[in-house]
T-cell receptor, first 110, second 114 residues
Framework: GQNIDQPTEMTATEGAIVQINCTYQ??????LFWYQQHAGEAPTFLSY????GLEEKGRFSSFLSRSKGYSYLLLKELQMKDSASYLC???????????FGTGTRLQVFP | DGGITQSPKYLFRKEGQNVTLSCEQN?????MYWYRQDPGQGLRLIYY???????QKGDIAEGYSVSREKKESFPLTVTSAQKNPTAFYLC?????????????FGPGTRLTVL
């Protein structure tokens, strides 16, 4: 079966660092995506991991461990505009479809 | 400006009426997708198309229909057979056979059935 788990909500303070975790079980793995979605808007692409390790893009980094079925998104120097939902999605190797988690709603406070 | 457009942003319909949601892209992407988003649930795939004149059912295709007559366009019809049509509908597109095949999303249409 396919299953993706991520926390429902998280809070953090402006300027801080926050880590959003994602665990997954799929019959075949072919990459993991992170998207950011502000309320009422479309998801926007943040990062892609297919090999183990850390991918860094400015204030955002994403990590993958395929053996553990685990990823995290790390947001540094948090800003108020980072308040959004963060969606973890895994591409299934067998079907090529994206399977989405329910998303983690992050609230950044001053 | 390249991108994906969906119209309208908000749509209201009476129960029992069919409604068609528009999705257009000028990114020259091969594949297009329709997802539905409900509160507390992840995005769920309704239909997808990898080539003109061909499309496949996703995980929740019942009550929906699509067409792909042009590469740029992938309209979704929500029929009266769909039991709970009120939702946020997102269209996406991607290049096939690229290094990541990242899906890029349109702005979405919020459909409310009264």
């Amino acid at each position: 079966g396919q299953n993706i788990d991520q926390p429902t909500e998280m809070t953090a303070t402006e300027g801080a660092i926050v880590q959003i975790n994602c665990t997954y079980q799929t019959s075949g793995f072919n990459g993991l995506f992170w998207y950011q979605q502000h309320a009422g808007e479309a998801p926007t692409f943040l990062s892609y991991n297919v090999l183990d390790g850390l991918e860094e893009k400015g204030r955002f980094s994403s990590f993958l461990s395929r053996s553990k079925g685990y990823s995290y998104l790390l947001l540094k120097e948090l800003q108020m505009k980072d308040s959004a939902s963060y969606l973890c999605a895994v591409r299934d190797h067998n079907t090529d479809k994206l399977i989405f988690g329910t998303g983690t709603r992050l609230q950044v406070f001053p | 400006d390249g991108g994906i457009t969906q119209s309208p942003k908000y749509l209201f319909r009476k129960e029992g009426q069919n409604v068609t949601l528009s999705c257009e892209q000028n990114l020259n992407h091969d594949a297009m997708y329709w997802y539905r988003q409900d509160p507390g649930q992840g995005l769920r795939l309704i239909y997808y198309s990898q080539i003109v004149n061909d499309f496949q059912k996703g995980d929740i295709a019942e009550g929906y229909s699509v067409s792909r007559e042009k590469k740029e366009s992938f309209p979704l019809t929500v029929t009266s057979a769909q039991k709970n049509p009120t939702a946020f509908y997102l269209c996406a597109s991607s290049i096939l056979a690229g290094p990541t095949d990242t899906q890029y999303f349109g702005p979405g249409t919020r459909l409310t059935v009264l």
